[in-house]
């Protein structure tokens, strides 16, 4: 048994150690966010956070992982209570496909916990090894660039948090 | 009831315009010949895809439930839900949010065939429309009835009549169940376009929330009862035939519930996924195989695909045949322009879940398709079509004929193997990029020539490739179907047909030019797998026409755009190409060091979307990578429905044309392709897209819809090529048009 913290909750998986983080989040503990695109560490379709850092959860064995804190798309809010990104994201329709769309926002909100409020150059830069065949890109850095400027207005006004968990 | 199956005949009777119209609600398989003939010339008058499905039923459905739509076409990431949405809550007087969209499914929804070639807005939206108008009249005219009150006097809103003092009746209230089991009217009562209250706007698109949230979204987040998953190993090559493998070993693998061999056909089934693909890269390492050399050479691509036996279609003639009297033609030039394979690329590999329960099959497929891929499918596994089901899931943005079809085939495969339990197949990365079938190697040879006062004289146009479309059809266009112990075969290709063509779409320039001649060089032989990719021909085609009326226009000493304005009639071209000029600042545009810009133009298959588009880039000596600084482009798709979709449709468009044109060629050697990964077939990344895109909607309110989603292809590889020669002074012919090819000529 491996223990985990996903998305706030202590949780116990029973699959190999070897097994990549991808298929742990996906088939043992039923959640969709983190996609399947190339198993390789190419393309960021699985990308989750691994104690606020984004990591290819496709080439992470779990085993490496016991103790330690990950999110995953759905711990950053839900559609009563959506995360800063996920806002930002519907408001700027920053999606076609949308396969990409739960990576994307997942190296998002690493780059947005350490630099508040990133110039597009570093969005972009941030953004780099995760792939979008649609072409969204445009979207997605004008999502991120609003979620940083709501978040700085929420700590303005005393109201906290890019997401829920973390 | 979606698709009218009635076993006997009735009437149906309904009042319309004082008139008693009295329709047969036959099912058109069971309707007699005669009645069929006569049916059909009245359905081709019928608009859109109501054509072919005239019931209004099989539309849409009001109760006490709600509002029910149905439609064949996919949400395939384009939006095409929210705009479908939209268009029935514009006629039926409702907000959005009272409409239930039901999508693909041959259960539920008409036959609209494949969701491609940008005409859902054309078929399924057109449909749509006049099924709810004519609703909404119907049910305008029953409530004057219960209300007495005249037709006139009544008004519908928020899903129910009103009349003059308030009384109101609820739609749901109004019908019965089969007050809607009516043929459609060629002509209905549409809505004023001058008056929209939901169409035109930017609606937000329904689909996107359950994917930023990580709800269930894709086909690949089914998780069905009992599920258990496959993997498939593919062959390493094009006709590989499985010699031998060892299985027991397999078998005792932590999970593994089975393996499947048919002929050179391989794959396993386990209880979760990893342990599929643990046992999958197992049983590959057990798997010996006997491969050919049937590739061409790479480097000779191109002096083969001239020398294969072509077969001749005529596309474009116009005026004398040219009598070539150059003392007439003040310049005449002559270029070739070259494309190699490309892939769809899809960022989630194919992906289908199966269930074969009680000799029926149902299938969670991400096809375009879903009826032709249960005819194929019925083929493949020897059932009636009555037994197959296959119902539309999204997947993960596909571009035209990927994976999908096959991934469906290798679900029901396996699925019949182990029945009762669904199974769960997906590709993996390199099987996505070895197998799907690409979009077709080009080649075009141009000649053309200016008179004295600088119109184009004459233009001939040849252009070689493969066709561009091999999807099924039947269970021999099914890729798994090849690898069978009795395998079948794909039958031979053929050309699709014009005016939209496929090698050949948007081969025809749209200029005025007085002698011309257009050619496809249809090439039946394929070595590599090849198939419908967005946009078909029309992507290297635009690229070829729009790069060459640059070089005529800089013969001539013309501005691009006056060049091309001086050969267009159409306003609504000359309105897309003067939007564009004007927003990107075309005439009073400064070249700095190293920049340039470029334009180009093109009517999407010469009969839909209209879309200009102006580029500036910047190059620096000894960088690979040209930057793209700004793109504006004009786009004018009928009425445009959602034009926040639109946008959305057209920078992704834009942005996908720049990586196929800048960096994407599918390699290969004599057995293998060797793009298997994002490394060794790399895509635009974040660093390389555009600054900036701006994208100008021109809506024609009451306009036939003229679809979107693939109008920017093609002009935008021209007006980046443009853009580039202008930047560094020289011409690129051959895509892609990055890396050593840039660096080289510009050193030279
Ligand atoms: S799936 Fe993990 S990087 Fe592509
Ligand atoms: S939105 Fe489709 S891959 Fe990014």
Redesign the pocket.
Known sequence: MIRLIVNGRPVEVDDEPSTPL?YVLRDTLELNG??????????????VLVEGAAV????VPVGDLAGQRITTVEGLGTRERPGALQQAFIEEQAAQCGYCTA?MIMRAQALLERNASPTDEEIRAALE???CRCGTHLRIVRAVRRAAEARQRAVASGVSSLGRAG | MGVPDMKVSRRAVLSTGGALVVSFALAPSLAGAAARSAGRAAERSLPGSLGSTPMLDAWLRIDAGGITVFTGKAELGQGIKTALIQVAAEELAVQPQAITLVTADTARTPDEGYTAGSLSMEDSGTAIMNAAAQAREIMMRLASERLRQPRGELTAAQGAVIAPGGRRIAYADLLSARTLHVRAEPRAPLGNPAHRRVMGRSWPRVDIPAKVFGERAFVQDLRLADMVHARVVRPPSYGARLRSVETAPILRLPGVLSVVRNGSYLAVVARREYQAIVAMEALSGAASWEETASLPHQSRLFADLLAWPSRDVPVGRRGRPPSLRRSHAATMLEAEYRRGYLMHGSIGPSCAVALFDHGVLTVWTQTQGVYPLRSALAGLIGLPESRVRCIQVEGAGCYGHNGADDAAADAALIAKQVPGRPVRVQWM?ADEHKWEPYGPVMLARVRGALDAAGHIAWWQYQVWSNTHSTRPGGARELMPAWYLERPLSPPAPSPLPLPAGGGDRNALPLYRIPSLRVDYRFVPKMPLRVSALRSLGAHFNVFAIESFMDELARAGKFDPVEFRLRHLDDPRALAVIRTVAERFGWRAYRRLAGCGKGFAFARYKNLAAYLAIAVEVSVDRGEPMPRVLRVVAAVDSGEAVNPDGIRNQIEGGIIQAFSWTLLESVKFDRTRITSRD?ASYPILRFSAVPRSVEVVVLNRPGQPFLGTGEAAQGPAAGALANALADAAGLRLQDLPLSGDRIKGAMGS
Do not use: D
């Open positions: 991808l983190a996609k399947f695109g190339c198993g390789l560490g190419q393309c960021g379709a699985c990308t290819f959860s496709c080439v990576g090894p995760n792939l | 990365r994002w």
